[in-house]
């Protein structure tokens, strides 16, 4: 079985422990490589290679190290295809979106090249005479990154593009269950020619390898995607040593749809932010809020379509839903399916597990009616394809029903009043609201949490000043 050590300072390099353990596909249930085990060893390693790499790095010109990021994204898209494959036989997405996302990436290490050599401080007008004062952005250091399973390479590209323009160099911590692409993408850089130990990845567990990159004094950010208990781990960790953090955690996100909404075009952003990635990404529109006087019809027709999805193979084109990506997971989406059935909610599509699929891992597509906004199946990120469906009367009871979770990562709006969308917009309580569209994201837009569901912002201009420190510096003259 193939194997895959540790990334430390441009090479692969075998687990101080000697310790490894099987990767799945969660398609078919069999292991396919071996990784790294992961422990404190590890990190130390790791770490200093980064700091090692920081003298090089960071000494270049912004302008050489955005020449270094076009390289880096040339080398992406040539690669698009193997790496989008590697991820689908790790997380068990569907290989055609894989394969567009890992494609799409290279364009965050563009932007984010472009930016490199635009980040400018400035000359301040203090009120102090015979002084000079100006303002000047360092990168903060070594940046230890944390990444879930669902879009490793996808969410790494968010942390990894920003934080390497501005200087910094980074130890990565991927998923136990999908760490193979992030390490296949290590050997990229040295053909872009950076320098080694610019970039390292440890793999292994969280408690295990990700604690220790937390812990570690030498680290100065994290930079974590993951689930809201997971952020908070980190977050009480990193407190104790003042360090920089960003996170982005999980969501409950609303869609909200109002009687006077193109249907048909609701329909469909419904069924995509539900059931899209088998309901697993931060985003899924898991709470469907229908103005009561279109609740029927709508239901209806998203049955309709519903029922047609295609579930088996994410390799193949025409599937609509693969399998989910952990057992755990697996596990926990049939059990959520068992709370809502016991808080009085009715199942009005699927609802159990798939039997005639390899592996053991897939849910049907699953809707479910009469929620109330209280309901745990309304209020936990249950991160599968599970939908909550949940009237409402006028404009001020979405607000209402939409806002009271403690999540706040995204929002629908489905109308054609533009009114109602400016309104909505602004009194939803979430980092990225879409009207008339769901999912949609790009390099040059910030996304991020409000509430619970983090803390900085990703992509965007905002996104690169979380990877600087400005130092303001007085001269006097
Ligand atoms: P998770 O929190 O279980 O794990 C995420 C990562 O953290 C993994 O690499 C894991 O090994 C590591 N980890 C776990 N415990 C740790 C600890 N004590 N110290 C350090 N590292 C630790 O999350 P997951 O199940 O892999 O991912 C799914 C979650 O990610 C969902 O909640 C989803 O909403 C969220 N997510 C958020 C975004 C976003 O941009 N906001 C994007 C994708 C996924």
């Not at 050599?117 to 102090?128: F, H, Q, R, W």
């Not at 390292?200 to 809201?228: C, M, Q, W, Y």
């Not at 409000?450 to 303001?472: D, F």
């Amino acid at each position: 079985m193939q194997r895959y050590g540790h990334f430390i300072g441009g090479s692969f390099v075998d687990p101080a422990e000697g310790e490894w353990f099987e990767t799945k596909n969660p398609y078919t249930g069999e292991a396919w490589a071996e990784i790294a085990r992961g422990t404190k060893s590890d990190i130390e390693k790791a770490v200093a290679a980064a700091e090692a790499g920081f003298e090089e790095w960071s000494a270049l010109t912004p302008s050489a190290r955005g020449k270094a990021l076009y390289r880096l994204a040339e080398h992406i898209e040539a690669d698009a295809a193997r790496l989008a494959e590697i991820e689908v036989r790790d997380n068990g997405k569907l290989y055609a979106e894989m394969f567009s996302q890992t494609k799409y990436l290279a364009e965050w290490y563009r932007y984010y090249g472009g930016l490199a050599d635009k980040v400018e401080g400035a000359v301040i007008p203090t009120d102090k005479g015979g002084i000079f004062n100006f303002t000047r952005y360092e990168p903060i250091g070594v940046v230890g990154m944390i990444t879930p399973w669902n879009s490793p390479l996808l969410l790494l590209a968010w942390k990894l593009a920003a934080a390497l323009a501005a200087g910094n160099t980074a130890v990565i911590k991927p998923s136990e269950f999908t760490s193979a692409s992030t390490l296949e993408f290590m050997t990229l850089f040295e053909k872009a020619g950076f320098p080694a130990g610019v970039v390292n990845t440890v793999t292994g567990f969280g408690v295990e390898a990700g604690a220790p990159l937390v812990e570690h004094p030498r680290v100065s950010k994290i930079a974590f995607t993951g689930s809201d208990i997971g952020g908070q781990k980190v977050y009480e960790t990193a407190a104790k040593q003042i360090k920089h953090v960003s996170l982005e955690l999980g969501g409950k996100s609303p869609n909200v749809v109002f009687e006077d909404a193109d249907i048909d075009a609701a329909v469909m952003g419904a069924i995509s932010g539900i059931f899209a990635a088998t309901g697993q990404t931060c985003i899924a529109g898991s709470r469907l809020l229908l103005q009561r006087s279109i609740h029927d019809r709508f239901v209806g027709r998203l049955l309709e379509v519903a029922r047609e999805a295609k579930i088996g193979d994410p390799m193949l084109a025409e599937t609509n839903v693969g399998p989910v990506t952990t057992p755990a997971q697996y596990r926990k989406v049939l059990d959520y399916i068992e709370i809502a059935r016991a808080e009085g909610a009715k199942c009005v599509l699927g609802g159990k597990p798939v039997e005639d699929q390899p592996g053991g891992q897939f849910v049907e597509p699953t809707v479910f009616t009469g929620v109330s906004n209280e309901m745990r199946i309304a209020q936990e990120e249950v991160f599968g394809p599970v939908l909550a469906v949940i009237p409402f009367e006028d404009e001020a009871d979405a607000v209402r029903i939409a806002n009271a979770v403690d999540f706040g990562l995204a929002a629908g709006v489905w109308t054609k009043d533009m009114g109602r969308a400016l309104r909505m917009s602004e009194r939803l309580r979430a980092g990225t609201v879409w009207v008339n569209t769901y999912r949609a994201i790009s390099y040059t837009s910030p996304f991020g949490g409000y509430k619970r569901s983090g803390i900085g912002r990703e992509s965007g201009l905002e996104a690169i000043k979380e990877y600087l420190q400005v130092k303001s510096v007085w001269i006097a003259t």
